[in-house]
T-cell receptor, first 112, second 116 residues
Framework: SQQGEEDPQALSIQEGENATMNCSYKTSINNLQWYRQNSGRGLVHLILIRSNEREKHSGRLRVTLDTSKKSSSLLITASRAADTASYFC????????????FGKGITLSVRP | GAVVSQHPSRVICKSGTSVKIECRSLDFQATTMFWYRQFPKKSLMLMAT?????????EQGVEKDKFLINHASLTLSTLTVTSAHPEDSSFYIC????????????FGEGSRLTVL
């Protein structure tokens, strides 16, 4: 069953605006990761946030994690047309033999 | 960063034939590789976890005789779709990790399989 659920499913913004994408999950996690996928391509890892972390930054990316609400958000600031892609959150559950479970993804369109 | 190479990127085959997809970690040793299937505008569905030198662990509902996985070395895993049918047409993606603890995954570019 799907662990991560992203929200919204699709987002269209103007270049220069900020894009906020949300992810909710159901079970306890070891970490949560965000990935990007350009159409017809593989996934690229963007950022990983551990369960004991609340916020993390990487360039124009800011990720927050609220384990009490079982939710995370990915903020892309000053968006560019090249940010157009699908974004997935993935959760790594606690325990041995953990594996990543991906959400359904968010399609972000940045209009030039 | 770590590079995972997946080949072929596109393959078209006739129904009933078998197709092999290779996944290679180019600059690191991948103790574990994962095979995913992705339908259009959908999420990644984990098919199986492949560990070097041992049998793959398949997810529920994935036919192990249909999707043969071999992880013969620390840098190569293969997925063979046997007796392919049109419903097997999909985007197959592999990923690799160098450690057992679930950290960052490195993905191949995917293989688009079309079965006629």
């Amino acid at each position: 069953s799907q662990q991560g659920e992203e929200d919204p499913q699709a987002l269209s913004i103007q270049e220069g605006e900020n894009a906020t994408m949300n992810c909710s999950y159901k079970t306890s996690i070891n970490n949560l990761q965000w990935y990007r996928q350009n159409s017809g391509r593989g996934l690229v890892h963007l950022i990983l946030i551990r369960s004991n972390e609340r916020e993390k930054h990487s360039g124009r990316l800011r990720v927050t994690l609220d384990t009490s609400k079982k939710s995370s958000s990915l903020l892309i600031t000053a968006s560019r047309a090249a940010d157009t892609a699908s974004y997935f959150c993935a959760t790594a559950s606690t325990g041995a033999n953990s594996k990543l479970t991906f959400g359904k993804g968010i399609t972000l369109s940045v209009r030039p | 960063g770590a590079v995972v190479s997946q080949h072929p990127s596109r393959v078209i085959c006739k129904s009933g034939t078998s197709v092999k997809i290779e996944c290679r970690s180019l600059d690191f040793q991948a103790t574990t590789m994962f095979w995913y299937r992705q339908f259009p505008k959908k999420s990644l569905m984990l098919m199986a976890t492949s560990n070097e030198g041992s049998k793959a662990t398949y997810e529920q509902g994935v036919e192990k005789d249909k999707f043969l996985i071999n992880h013969a070395s620390l840098t190569l895993s293969t997925l063979t779709v046997t007796s392919a049918h049109p419903e097997d047409s999909s985007f197959y993606i592999c990923s690799a990790t160098s450690g057992w603890n679930t950290g960052e995954l490195f993905f191949g570019e995917g293989s688009r399989l079309t079965v006629l």
